[in-house]
């Protein structure tokens, strides 16, 4: 893994600043002028650009084209690309006319014999992505590389503790003899040949990469239903991605510039939140168990262009390049350059700033009212979301300046499955899941036949107000108050059975000590 220096990654960013000031530093600019062809002719509509900046124009009818912006004297790279072509270009020292520029059609046709390419560094693999992509130690570290080994998602599966332990209770033991669909999404590489019998103490060598890195840029489309928008409900992951990899001989990737020619061709889906839908909404016997895809579409995130890779995907403004320099890479907007990181359900920092919680407190005589406020503002989908293990419980605390417990007089408490907060005045947000043979709730073990017995997770936007009134002695002068929202990310019972070595995860508290006779306003967004 190539480490990259600080010192290295500045230098990187001085030079895309030099190159983006450079235009505006110049005392005249010229033109470029020139034509858009493939083997038949011209190609209208073409995307002409200053290779690795935002100075582009389309080609005309005829394919013709006329590029501004340039410094004179001063040579440039010039791409032109369309979809369904590879992206091509020619070194111009500008002004200069009589450019010609042609296109060739990419491979269209999906290969089935395909061999997918390892992501990791290997000798006899020259465009593995280890050799030359910065986003591949990010990707080392995502949950997707490692989404056909983990202990966790195995150990329910197997039925299992993380050691391997068998225990029972696991999709194998309710399905002997079968691999049920969980591939399709955790093992793609292996599922794309067999989605109903890949089994995962049966794979090899590169399907053991999860979600590969050449799995997810060798997909073409999202088949998805006319009627909902949504990904048809039986068809899970691998079964509603339409793949487009290339005959044997040829490397195609697809990837989000339009300006690298060389096995690369833009590909706009990969900005969409469709891209992600077919691992991220299904239902299980008509019960929809995954939905974040359904509730992103339902809120006002896609209206105000926010999409799933907006927060998922966010760029980190440094380095300036996605392919290191010493192997081609271009300096670029580092603004334009998506992490592979992908944060979700286990980043601290992405849930810290997912829902915000308002706190206001009133000493009234003889009992302390507190009210809190909890809005999701951060999140385009429900909060928490996807797999109904997960669970965000709000605990109130109040005591005496002796730390005894004031008694609760009125308010929710959290239910019985909360785990030690069982029992607490606060609230646990969740998808309950009820066994429809057995009547259990909550369960996770929803590849067999189970409904939504409730569900209250906090939506887009959604705000949730509770209130909790606390007894107080006439001996008692202060108190005490703690709020505090925690993300548990399995039902506690599954986590010491299963061996899950996990802790929960503060994403807000707050505290402060009231006296007698006395009030609280509401409270700002407390400070961690």
Same mark, same amino acid.
């Given at each position: ?5 600080? =010192? ?27 034509? !858009? ?5 011209? !190609?209208?509509?073409?995307? *002409? ?38 992206? @091509? ?24 014999? #395909? ?41 329910? #599966? ?12 696991? #999709? ?6 079968? +691999? ?9 590489? @292996? ?28 997909? @073409? ?19 509603? =991605? ?47 168990? #995954? ?39 271009? &300096? ?50 429900? *909060? ?22 004031? /008694? ?13 907060? @069982? ?12 066994? !429809?043979? /057995?009547?259990?709730?909550?369960? *996770? ?6 409904? &939504? ?51 929960? &995860? ?5 505290? +402060? ?16």
């Amino acid at each position: 893994m190539k480490e990259l220096s600080r =010192f290295t990654i500045r230098l990187a960013v001085l030079s895309w600043i030099v190159l983006v000031a450079r235009p505006s530093l110049a005392q005249s600019t010229t033109t470029v002028q020139g034509t !858009v062809l493939d083997a038949t002719g011209p !190609v209208a509509g073409a995307i *002409v650009r200053q290779r690795t900046t935002t100075n582009f124009v389309l080609s005309d009818q005829n394919g013709n084209f006329v590029l501004t912006g340039l410094l004179e004297g001063q040579a440039v790279m010039i791409t032109a690309w369309k979809e369904t072509y590879w992206p @091509a270009g020619a070194t111009v020292t500008p002004p200069q006319t009589g450019v010609t520029i042609t296109l060739t059609l990419h491979p269209s046709e999906d290969n089935p014999d #395909y061999q997918w390419i390892t992501s990791y560094a290997d000798p006899n693999e020259p465009v593995a992505c280890e050799h030359c992509m910065v986003a591949f130690p990010q990707w080392r570290l995502d949950a997707h590389s490692g989404s056909a080994v983990n202990r966790r998602f195995l150990s329910m #599966y197997n039925g299992a503790d993380v050691a391997g332990a068998r225990l029972g209770g696991g #999709y194998v033991d309710d399905f002997p003899g079968t +691999s049920g669909s969980c591939a399709n999404c955790h093992a793609p590489g @292996a599922a794309v040949h067999h989605p109903f019998s890949t089994y995962f103490d049966q794979l090899a060598l590169v399907e053991k990469e999860g979600v590969l890195c050449d799995f997810c840029h060798k997909i @073409a489309d999202v088949y998805m239903e006319r009627a909902t928008g949504l990904p048809y409900s039986n068809m899970p992951g691998i079964q509603s =991605f339409k793949l487009n990899r290339p005959p044997a001989g040829t490397h195609m990737f697809y990837g989000t510039f339009d300006d690298v020619p060389r096995r690369v061709a833009r590909l706009d889906l990969e900005k969409k939140s469709q891209f992600c839908a077919p691992c991220h909404q299904f239902s299980f016997w008509g019960t929809p168990v #995954y939905e974040s895809f359904r509730e992103w579409r339902e809120s006002s995130y896609p209206q105000r262009g926010i999409e799933c890779q907006g927060c998922h995907m966010k760029t980190l403004g440094a380095p300036p390049y996605f392919v290191f320099p010493e192997q081609g890479g271009q &300096i670029r907007d580092p603004r334009l350059i998506s992490s592979h990181l992908m944060p979700g359900a286990v980043d601290v920092e992405l849930l810290r700033n997912t829902v915000d919680m308002r706190v206001a407190t009133e000493w009234n005589m003889s009992e302390i009212l507190v009210r809190v406020t909890l809005t999701n503002t951060g999140a385009g989908h429900h *909060v928490p979301t996807d797999f109904p293990g997960r669970q965000m419980l709000l605990v109130i605390t109040a005591r005496d300046a002796a730390g005894q417990a004031l /008694t609760l007089t009125d308010g929710p408490t959290i239910p019985e499955w909360g785990g030690a907060q @069982a029992g607490q005045a606060g609230k646990a947000f969740a998808k309950v899941l009820r066994d !429809v043979v /057995t009547g259990q709730k909550p369960v *996770v073990t929803y590849w067999k036949q189970a409904l &939504i017995d409730s569900d209250n997770r906090l939506p887009a936007e959604a705000v949730d107000v509770s209130e909790y009134r606390f007894a107080v002695p006439p001996s008692t002068t202060s108190s005490e108050i703690q709020a505090q929202l925690l993300f548990r990310r399995v039902f506690d019972d599954v986590r010491v059975e299963r061996g899950w070595d996990i802790a929960d &995860i503060v994403m807000e508290e707050w505290s +402060s000590v009231l006296h007698s006779r006395r009030s609280r306003p509401p409270m700002s967004r407390p400070s961690r």
